[in-house]
């Protein structure tokens, strides 16, 4: 099963070059301002701090997510949305044969959602953990996601 957030995330950049044209806005009004003689107050600048947090929130949840469950191996890959047209950034990718899926868990907090999967190491003792973001991921493919998970892990293992 191969499932990604393409669609849902075509709204990001467009959110980003809102929040640019507000914090700029902002930026030219307290500089009118200061040439008006005017107390700068905290309230001025307010408006830019707000813009900035949301700015950075998008920034954390605007992420592509892929995952392909075709063929021996599970692929999950998040990617920055932004310039991803034409370059990979902030990149986090797994690829790691069926076999080793120990378990996986997801995480729904409102406007936030992640995938934390576990995976079996012979390295070292416990698990290796991974998180993605699945924010932009749709509620039905968020489900098709954890029955394609739930279907590794219940195949019964080959012995060799």
Known sequence: MKLNNKNEIKIIPPIYIV???VF???IFVNVELIGRDEPIKFSHFLPNIITLLIFFFVH???VSFDFDSDGETLIFKNNGVFFSKFMEYRVKKAEFPKRKLAKYKFNNYGIYSSITIYIK????KGFKKYTFNTTFLSR?????LVASLQ???DKPKAVA
């Open 121 to 124: 190491s012979r390295r070292r």
């Open 140 to 144: 039905k493919k968020k489900s098709g």
């Open 60 to 62: 954390k949840i605007g």
């Open 19 to 21: 929040l640019v044209a």
């Open 24 to 26: 700029l806005t902002n």
């Open 151 to 153: 279907n590794v892990l």
